[in-house]
């Protein structure tokens, strides 16, 4: 069955880096489009970044756009999303994607915060 499983959350300063990771299983990541939304505490979830299947070609939220980057390893079948210059608006629960399908990971927790 489709299992996706986040890690890489965690606590960082203003201006840090983070990497989390999406571990999938019960299919191939290069063959799907995969994303990563976010839910900020007390507000809806919201699209963060996307790669698509065919070609990598990747689109990301303003919000995000030039400070994070979504890759995918094709032998690990895993996608990561890599975030840097991290603000604290950036705290929120992030959950990694299948699109196709609508299936989702548990959610790895990262906060922004000095």
């Known amino acids: 069955q489709v299992q996706l499983v986040e890690s890489g959350g965690g606590l960082v300063q203003p201006g840090g880096s983070l990497r989390l990771s999406c571990a999938a299983s019960?299919?191939?990541?290069?063959?799907?489009?995969m994303s990563w939304y976010r839910q900020a505490p007390g507000k809806e979830r919201e699209f963060a970044a996307t790669?698509?299947?065919?070609?990598?070609?990747?689109k990301y939220a303003d919000s995000v756009k030039g400070r994070f980057t979504i890759s995918r390893d094709n032998a690990k079948n895993t996608v990561y999303l890599q975030m840097s210059s991290l603000k604290v608006e950036d705290t929120a629960v992030y959950y990694c994607?299948?699109?196709?399908?609508?299936?989702w990971g548990q959610g790895t927790q990262v906060t922004v915060s000095s």
């Open positions: 994607v299948r699109n196709r399908g609508n299936y």
């Open positions: 790669i698509s299947s065919a070609d990598g070609f990747t």
């Open positions: 019960g299919f191939t990541v290069s063959t799907y489009a």
